[in-house]
């Protein structure tokens, strides 16, 4: 069963239960009231009801009910002993008689009851008295008195009718409607499950759900709904983004080792089959077989040695992927800084190396890892020299709002701005760039991922045929650590 079924049976059967509740209290109010004034009017006419003596209709004397009551209603009265009943006037004149109760049970039926006589319905009160005849001693008698209730039986059947045929009526139109806006309302489910359905079933996650309702609770199930596939559909854009990024990051690597162990399996190759040869099937002398084998051992070292460092950047990626994080320490930065600008004038360059004034740097502390933090500006340094055949490479250092900026500017090839969103992206190398200067792209990516750990944050500026400016903005530590 259907929810907007069960809500409608419940609210239907909760209305049944009130409109029966309902239909009862107004039935007994309008009984109570219609019989009240008659058990009123019997219960005090029957003291007014008078026996007397009369004539028969053959003329002899006989005992008669007389009085006001007698008049006006039904009265009749049984004596005991006597066994002699006597009737009003009009009682005779319909002749028309009560049922008498037994002696031991008057005092037991004494009151009021509905009794129907011939199809006339009738409301009786009677009472035990006590008959004095012809001065004899008191007899014990039974007086009845009625009034026909025709009138109030009609009323009472067309009110109970009403109350029946009305309440069913209204049950079953309250039923209708609220099938309809139970349906109505819960419709925005139905759209809920629709969207829910076409995500199982296919992969199109930019579909939302159109409500234009009010913002009660179905309403905020939906935006909830449209808000948690936003974020299915971020979640699956950035995962796809990842799966690419993955693919492309497995087709580079793959690249770049397949080219030195290509290399090393050529000279590998070289050797095997010049140290096969037979003297006398070789046209190389001693000197040239050993000169060749000095070349291709240098050529397998090369390669190898690339192959390391490949391996060893792939390793601090993957360091950087998996979350792992490294130990920090408040960093002096004047006697890094030096050590980097006096380590980097032995690196193999063919531009001019100028280093800036430190000595603002002088009790200044960033917390960081210094390995790291020295890795990090190697790589950038490391760059410049690499693309600057000519020219000038500078390492200083600015202050700025409690930050500290490393900058290292060179005058070399530069770069197209269109190409600086992509240079810290994973084997990623300018057009220009590549094989014309060694590198496998992932040294800007783990200097990325250096500099965002610091929570720091870095700068471009470039110019094609003019150089690059990277500036590493690092936050300060305020409070100097006690030496």
């Not at 099937?281 to 084998?293: F, G």
């Amino acid at each position: 069963m259907s929810i907007r079924l069960r809500l409608t049976a419940w609210y239907s059967g909760i209305l049944a239960v009130m409109l029966l509740v309902l239909s009862g209290v107004i039935y007994a109010f309008v009984y109570i009231n219609t019989y009240g004034d008659l058990k009123n009017r019997l219960q005090n006419q029957s003291h007014q009801v008078e026996l007397k003596a009369g004539l028969s209709p053959d003329g002899n004397l006989q005992p008669v009910l007389g009085g006001p009551a007698g008049q006006s209603l039904f009265a009749q009265m049984y004596i005991y002993d006597l066994d002699r009943l006597i009737l009003s006037p009009n009682m005779t004149e319909i002749k028309l008689k009560f049922q008498v109760p037994a002696k031991e049970d008057l005092h037991n039926q004494e009151g009021f009851l509905q009794a129907s006589y011939g199809g006339n319905p009738f409301l009786i009160y009677q009472r035990a008295v006590d008959v004095t005849l012809n001065n004899s001693l008191p007899a014990p008698a039974v007086l009845q008195v009625a009034v026909y209730t025709g009138e109030q039986v009609t009323l009472l059947n067309r009110l109970k009718n009403i109350l029946l045929a009305g309440s069913f009526a209204t049950l079953l139109a309250a039923f209708t409607f609220g099938l309809f806006l139970a349906r109505k309302a819960m419709s925005p489910i139905g759209k809920v499950i629709e969207a829910a359905n076409g995500i199982q079933t296919g992969t199109d996650l930019s579909s939302r759900i159109v409500y234009d309702g009010p913002q009660d609770e179905i309403g905020r199930l939906i935006e909830t709904v449209n808000s948690m596939l936003g974020r299915m559909e971020g979640f699956y854009t950035g995962l796809e983004e990842a799966y690419a990024t993955q693919r492309r990051f497995v087709s580079d690597a793959s690249h770049e080792l397949r080219t030195p162990l290509t290399t090393i399996r050529g000279n590998i190759d070289l050797l095997q089959k010049v140290w096969e040869m037979k003297p006398d099937d070789s046209r190389m002398s001693e000197a040239d077989i050993r000169q060749l084998s000095i070349e291709s051992v240098k050529d397998i070292a090369d390669e190898a040695a690339r192959m390391s460092r490949l391996v060893a950047d792939m390793l601090s990626l993957a360091r950087a992927d998996t979350g792992r994080t490294f130990e920090i320490e408040p960093v002096a930065l004047e006697p890094m800084m030096t050590e980097v600008a006096r380590r980097a004038s032995f690196l193999t360059r063919e531009a001019e190396w100028s280093v800036g004034e430190m000595g603002h740097l002088n009790g200044k502390y960033i917390l960081g890892n210094k390995d790291y933090l020295q890795q990090m500006m190697f790589i950038f340094i490391d760059n410049a020299f690499k693309y600057t055949p000519a020219g000038e490479v500078t390492l200083d250092a600015l202050l700025y709002q409690n930050q500290v900026g490393i900058r290292i500017a060179d005058t070399g090839i530069g770069m197209d701005k269109d190409e600086v969103p992509h240079i810290f992206d994973r084997f990623y190398r300018a057009d220009e760039s590549r094989g014309i200067t060694e590198g496998i792209g992932l040294g800007l990516s783990i200097a990325k991922w250096i500099i965002e750990e610091h929570g720091g944050s870095v700068e471009v500026v470039t110019r094609q045929g003019e150089g690059t400016t990277f500036v590493i903005w690092l936050p300060l530590l305020f409070a100097p650590p006690l030496e």
